[in-house]
């Protein structure tokens, strides 16, 4: 029953960077991993990025190098650093929670609402 507020998506232009945040907040869930997923009109939704509570992250090859995951375990924030955006990043982009066992068991967890990021000229 985590509660996810996602912020810091907008309008770019290429190369361009964006921040993202995710705020969780509830009771009676234990949050292991927290992570990134963006749908693109006509695709289905992808990971992104993905850290857990001892750090250890997950990139998608088309981010690496330019995206970077973190988080604070004591505010249970992750946040997306975006740099050298391309138009291709562009997405509605959704924040992920998950307790050690659906993280196991590749379940989806609990969802935010989505923010969209849109790289334009």
């Known amino acids: 029953q985590v509660q996810l507020v996602e912020s810091g998506g907008g309008l770019v232009q290429p190369g361009g960077s964006l921040r993202l945040s995710c705020a969780a907040s509830?009771?009676?869930?234990?949050?292991?991993?927290m992570g990134w997923y963006r749908q693109a009109p006509g695709k289905q939704r992808e990971l992104v990025a993905t850290i857990t509570s001892g750090g250890n992250t997950v990139y998608a090859d088309s981010v690496k190098g330019r995206f970077t995951i973190s988080r604070d375990n004591a505010k249970n924030t992750v946040y997306l650093q975006m740099n050298s955006l391309k138009p291709e990043d562009t997405a509605a982009y959704y924040c992920n929670a998950r307790d050690f066992v659906d993280y196991i068991k590749d379940k989806f967890g609990s969802w935010g609402q989505g923010t969209q990021v849109t790289v334009s000229s």
């Open positions: 509830g009771s009676g869930f234990s949050i292991y991993a």
